[in-house]
């Protein structure tokens, strides 16, 4: 009785039957799952960073020019509103250096051979040039 026993568990087809084919329909599930994930994650990214204000068109506080003056120092001219802010950025704080009422504007012919430090000192001493 014993041995028909033995023989029965041995001739069962579970015991000697591969795992790999049986799984293979679970493995292709996984990635394609997994896949999926990756593409959603890569998604949601692209749409989060598209939204973000990268951009500063049609916001009420923009960034008009910023210039380092050090490894981690700047300084950022904003527009917060009808005013313009010049401020300094550390790692540590920001600092609110000077307000300007009216906007600095340069004219169209002068933008591109006017740097920020020049723009920056011309309005400082209230001369456009």
């Known amino acids: 009785m014993m041995n028909g ?3 029965s568990v041995l001739s ?18 996984l ?16 749409l989060w960073r598209r939204g973000s204000g990268l951009t500063s068109k049609g916001r009420i506080i923009q960034v008009i ?11 950022v001219l904003i527009k917060a509103g009808e005013k ?3 401020i300094g950025v550390t790692a540590q704080q920001i600092s609110h250096l000077h ?5 600095i504007v340069l004219p169209e012919s002068n933008v591109k051979d006017a740097s920020f430090s020049h723009i920056l000192t011309q309005a400082l001493k209230g001369t456009r040039s």
């Open 5 to 7: 026993i033995f023989l």
């Open 65 to 75: 020019e910023s210039a380092a003056v050090g490894t981690r120092e700047k300084i």
């Open 12 to 29: 069962s087809p579970t015991i000697g039957a591969t795992s790999s084919v049986a799984d293979t329909p679970s493995v292709g599930r």
């Open 99 to 103: 307000t300007f009422d009216k906007e």
């Open 84 to 86: 313009q802010l010049l």
């Open 31 to 46: 990635l394609i799952s997994l896949l999926f994930i990756i593409g959603l994650i890569l998604v949601l990214a692209w």
